[in-house]
Structure formats: C-alpha cells, structure tokens
C-alpha cells in the first residue's frame, strides 16, 4: 500500500466519513457517555482497540474461511461473535494483568460488544475500497480500523468538551440535556460537512 492510499483512507475514516457524524452510528455513547472528557477518552480508547482487531481477524477469516465457502451471509454473525470474544478477552487480560488500568478503562467495554460502529468497521474491512477499486488488504483494512476509532475519539472528546462548557451557561429549558446535545451534534456535523471536498463520501449504504 502506497502513502496516497493510506492518507486517503486516514482522511477519510477520520473526517470524511465519521462513523458518528456521517453514518450516524454509535450514538448512544457519543449523546450518554461524553460527559467528561476522561469519559470520552477512555470509551474512545476501548472502541479504537477492539475496532482494529475486530477489523484485522474480520478480513482474515472472511478471506480465509467465509468468502472462500460462500458463506459471507454468516458475516454479521460471525462479526458479532468476534468482537464479543475480543472484547471478553481485553477485558479478562486488563482485569488480571492491570487491574489499575481495568478500573479506568474496563468499565468501558462492555458498551464496545454493543456499539454498531464497531460492527461496521469490521464489515467495511470485508469490502471494496473505494479509493482503489478493489477489496482491501489486510494492512488497508487494519489502518481503516485505526483511524475509524480515531475518529469515533476525535468526535466524542470533542463533544465531551463542548457539553463541559454548555453546563456554565443558561439554556432555554425546553432544550436542556439530550435536545441540545442533538443539536450540537448537529452543528459538528455541519463543519465536519466541510471536509467532504476533499474526497467524495462513501455512500452510505456501502456496507
């Protein structure tokens, strides 16, 4: 994979096609969870790692066991399946060899097994890579992995940070919690709306 091709993927996970912002998945966290920004961080942290090796052993066995035997309509199964083992496997290993860091960054996980961003990263690794033509490599579908957990921290540390400073003012009652958090997001969504020219945007139904 040349450097173009990685840029092109890290622009495009990170700003141009934003799980949260631009796919609308994995909201639940980004409304609930972005309270604080060491909340934020923490959950971002979780969902970037189990997102990379849910993406990396997604393409390695739909390459070597699903696509092979025709089995992709097992993919969301299988996914699921894989990130929920993933996900057990970071938490026993941070629980026992870490316990400090378990406490901080543990409690966390169990929202990564239900988080459909997750899902989507690993699906996407399955598939062609709009920017080449053709399906990804693992190194490709590794690197989406990363920088689509990047961004899913990027949007909720950003949004952890602006809910910090909509408790020091006054909002208009009716619009107080999730109302005015949707409508931050939406505002965020708009600027992130000005990176779109530097690629065209994966459709949305892409996977």
Known sequence: MNTASMI?????????????????????PFLNVSNKISNATGLGMAVTFVMT???????????????PHNAAYLRIVVFILIIASLTQLVEMALQKYSPALFESFGKYLPLVTTNCAVLAAALIATMENPYTGRP??????????VMSGAGFTLVLILMAGIKGKLE????????????????????????????????????????
Not at 57 to 67: E, G, H, N, P, Q
Not at 136 to 145: K, M, Q, S, V, Y
């Open 136 to 145: 990804f490599t693992f190194l490709e579908a590794f690197i989406n992995g």
């Open 168 to 207: 020091c003012v006054n909002v208009w009652k009716p619009l107080e919690g999730l109302p005015i958090a949707l409508i931050t997001a939406g505002l965020i969504a708009l600027a992130f709306l000005g990176f779109s020219g530097l690629h065209p945007p994966i459709a949305a139904g892409g996977f």
């Open 8 to 28: 092109q993927i890290s622009l495009g996970a990170v700003l141009i096609n934003n799980f949260v912002l631009t796919r609308m998945l994995g909201l639940c």
């Open 53 to 67: 090796m849910a993406s990396a052993v997604a393409w390695i066995v739909d390459s070597t066991v699903l696509a």
